[in-house]
């Protein structure tokens, strides 16, 4: 691993622990074992390694969305939504979305503007691929066509909302998706 993806990996789950403020560069360079001057010789400070962290997680998010919904085993909605939706649940105990969470969720107000700029482009483009899943589903009579393609999307973003925020989803991911697909399918 390069030693780039290894600082920004570990500052990830430095992130993620302790916050934008509690997270400084000296504490980065001892998880990784270099100096603080090897640190600053690939990020000129902690904020710019703060926006390395945040394209990586959205750049992420996008490649994580596309392989799921694209995946050609995968041929029906419910398939690809269901798996997106799991994937998602088990991912809630890693590091990356504990980092997302955070700071999606409750950004330090100086840098929210940044965090809401840095995961539009991922979160808009999620939410296009989502949508055109459900639009098709719609359309092919999959699902409900007396719902809107914008109702079902809202409440599919919902639910992922909800499965990337709770550590106990998993257990109960099952009975999650039953009630939801019964409330979309024709």
Same mark, same amino acid.
């Given at each position: 691993m390069?030693?780039?993806?290894? /600082? /920004?990996?570990?500052?990830?789950?430095l992130?993620?622990e302790? *916050?934008?403020? *509690?997270?400084?560069?000296?504490?980065i360079a001892? #998880?990784i074992?270099?100096?603080?001057?090897?640190?600053?010789?690939?990020?000129?400070n902690k =904020?710019?390694?703060f926006? *390395?962290?945040?394209e990586?997680?959205?750049?992420? #998010?996008?490649?994580?969305?596309?392989? /799921?919904?694209?995946?050609?085993n $995968?041929?029906?909605?419910?398939?690809?939504?269901?798996?997106?939706?799991?994937?998602?649940?088990?991912?809630v105990?890693?590091k990356? &979305?504990s980092?997302?969470n !955070? @700071?999606? @969720? $409750?950004?330090?107000?100086? $840098?929210?503007?940044l965090?809401?700029?840095? @995961?539009?482009?991922?979160?808009?483009?999620?939410?296009? =691929?989502i949508?055109? /899943?459900? !639009?098709?589903?719609?359309?092919?009579g999959?699902?409900?066509e #007396? =719902?809107?393609v914008?109702?079902i999307t809202?409440?599919?973003?919902c639910?992922?909302?909800?499965?990337?925020?709770r $550590?106990?989803? &998993?257990?109960?991911?099952?009975?999650?998706?039953?009630? @939801?697909? !019964? *409330?979309?399918?024709?």
């Amino acid at each position: 691993m390069k030693t780039k993806d290894k /600082i /920004i990996n570990e500052s990830i789950k430095l992130f993620a622990e302790n *916050g934008f403020e *509690g997270t400084s560069m000296a504490s980065i360079a001892k #998880q990784i074992g270099v100096t603080k001057p090897s640190l600053y010789a690939h990020y000129e400070n902690k =904020l710019a390694l703060f926006e *390395g962290c945040l394209e990586k997680i959205s750049n992420e #998010q996008i490649e994580f969305t596309v392989k /799921i919904l694209s995946n050609p085993n $995968l041929n029906t909605a419910e398939k690809k939504l269901f798996a997106l939706l799991k994937d998602c649940s088990l991912m809630v105990s890693e590091k990356k &979305y504990s980092f997302y969470n !955070r @700071f999606y @969720f $409750l950004p330090p107000l100086e $840098l929210k503007e940044l965090i809401e700029n840095k @995961f539009e482009k991922a979160t808009t483009i999620c939410d296009d =691929l989502i949508t055109n /899943i459900i !639009r098709e589903a719609v359309n092919n009579g999959e699902m409900d066509e #007396q =719902l809107s393609v914008e109702e079902i999307t809202n409440s599919y973003k919902c639910l992922m909302d909800g499965v990337s925020c709770r $550590l106990d989803t &998993y257990n109960n991911f099952d009975s999650i998706w039953k009630v @939801f697909w !019964r *409330g979309v399918k024709p």
